[in-house]
């Protein structure tokens, strides 16, 4: 599975910016798929996943403001991100879980990464 982001950009504080992966490659071994980002300075973070038949998640700092859509039959996710804040300035980086079935160790998760796109907030 490979991931391209695509939509990174700068936006004025209160804006808003849609970023998009598009994932090729084996997708159909796609368990879940999100999206983290990294500030300068900082550990990547999450900011929302989306399993496979399960629950949304978002992190406490994007809530009500970010949406993850998942269009599986173009195999895409995008992240909708209003009301943006110059916190929320960071490198965003597209994740997949992806299964790989083995015989020595039956069913594992890979995560795999996309390049990453850059998102700046100007205030």
């Known amino acids: 599975v490979q991931l391209v982001e695509s939509g990174g950009g700068l936006v004025q504080a209160g804006g808003s910016l849609r970023i998009t992966c598009l994932a090729s490659?084996?997708?159909?071994?796609?368990?879940?798929m999100g999206w983290y980002r990294q500030a300068p300075g900082k550990e990547r973070e999450v900011v929302a996943t989306?399993?496979?038949?399960?629950?949304?998640n978002y992190a406490d700092s994007v809530k009500g403001r970010f949406t993850i859509a998942r269009d599986r039959a173009k195999n895409t996710v995008d992240l909708q991100m209003d009301s943006l804040k110059p916190e929320d300035t960071a490198v965003y980086y597209c994740?997949?879980?992806?299964?790989?079935?083995?015989?020595?160790?039956?069913?594992?998760?890979?995560?795999?990464w996309g390049q990453g796109t850059l998102v700046t907030v100007s205030s």
């Open positions: 989306m399993p496979n038949g399960g629950n949304t």
């Open positions: 490659g084996s997708v159909w071994n796609i368990n879940s």
């Open positions: 994740n997949a879980g992806v299964t790989v079935t083995t015989i020595e160790n039956g069913d594992r998760t890979l995560e795999v």
